[in-house]
Each structure stands twice: as C-alpha cells, then as structure tokens.
C-alpha cells in the first residue's frame, strides 16, 4: 500500500464561506488526509482571532468529514505556508481560484513556493459556480451593512458574525 497522501487548504477563513466549504469538500476527495490550515496572522486585519476562526472551520468540516468518511484536521499555522506544508507532511497544497483577480496572486505565489520546495505541488479547484462569486470581505461588509448572510456562510457562522458586530459596534 502506497503512503497515505496528505492535502494542505490554507486560508484566513475570516470566516469560512460556502465557497471555502465547497473547495474543502472537493479537496477532500484528492487526498487520504486533508488539514485546513487557518493562518494565525494573515496581514488582513481579521474581523475574528484565529482561534475563532478555526473553531468555526472545525464547526463545519466535522459533518463533512463524517459524511466522506475523511480525516479532515483543522490547524491553526504561523509564519511560511511551504513550512507548514513540510511540518504536515503534505504532498499537495490545494487552493481554491476564484475569478481572474485570484489569478495573478496565485500565479506569483506558486513559483515562489516552487522554488522553496519543488516537491509539493499545488493545485487549485474551482468551486461551483454558485459559490464563486462569495468572498469573506463582501460577507462582512454586507453583514456590517445590515443584509442577510445567511446565502453565503453556516448558520453558526451568521450568529457568530452578527454576534462579533453588534459586539463591535457597542464598544
Ligand atoms: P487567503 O487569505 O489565503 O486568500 P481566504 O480565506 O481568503 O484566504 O481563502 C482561502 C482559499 O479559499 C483561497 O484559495 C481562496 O481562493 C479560496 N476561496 C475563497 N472563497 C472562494 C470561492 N468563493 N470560490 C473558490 N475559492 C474560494
């Protein structure tokens, strides 16, 4: 029997969307062993601190882990992606793309982390098309605004941002 293979999902999760969860579930199909790394410090000012934002992603994946029948390990990581990936033993690091503006980033991205480690490939998936067009910034801002999330991320995730809001907007 072959290695198991083990994927790598990093993101900021600020917070997981129905777009994140579609990528999460395809990724899962790819590998034998799928860790979600949630970044501790992304440069992004995130609305939520990382542990909440991997609880969150641990809230979700659980029933489609049971579902597919797959370990999926939820995973807080500071510093270098190809670090993280190295410390994880994962073969692959699986991305999700989004339109065209993802692609230039990416693009930059996968020839440096190449450089650093030419033995972890990566690969990006699309989510279906329903989900494409959702991002965790516009979730916040329409959220902020007053409008209804409840089309784009768990109903876990809609009263936690609902809750950090009106936390937020009372101090
Ligand atoms: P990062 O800060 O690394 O961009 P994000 O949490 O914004 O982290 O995204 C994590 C991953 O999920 C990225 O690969 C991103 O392209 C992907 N992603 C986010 N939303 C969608 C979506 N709606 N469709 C496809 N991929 C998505």
Redesign the pocket.
């Known amino acids: 029997m072959g290695k198991a293979r083990v994927g790598l ?6 917070p ?5 969860m ?2 999460l579930r395809r990724a899962s199909k790819l590998v034998d062993r799928l860790v979600v790394g949630v ?1 501790v410090n ?1 440069g ?1 000012d995130p609305l939520f601190e990382f542990d909440e934002r991997v609880e969150m992603v641990k809230h979700v994946t659980e029933p489609m882990s049971s579902e597919l029948g797959i370990e999926i390990d939820v995973r807080p990581f500071d510093g270098l992606l190809i670090h993280f990936a190295e410390e994880v033993g994962a073969s692959i690091i699986i ?4 339109a065209v503006a ?1 692609f230039e980033f ?1 693009y930059q991205m996968v020839g440096m982390n190449r450089t650093l480690n030419p033995d972890i490939e990566i690969a ?4 279906d098309a329903k ?7 516009l979730v916040k801002e329409i959220a902020a605004l007053g409008g209804d999330i409840s089309a784009f991320v768990s109903p876990e995730v809609v009263k936690r941002v609902t809750e950090r809001l009106a936390a937020r907007s009372g101090t």
């Open positions: 999902s990093p993101g900021t999760f600020d997981i969307t129905f777009g994140h579609d990528i970044a992304p992004k991305r999700g793309l989004r993802d990416e990006f998936l699309m989510a989900y494409q067009a959702i991002a965790s910034r």
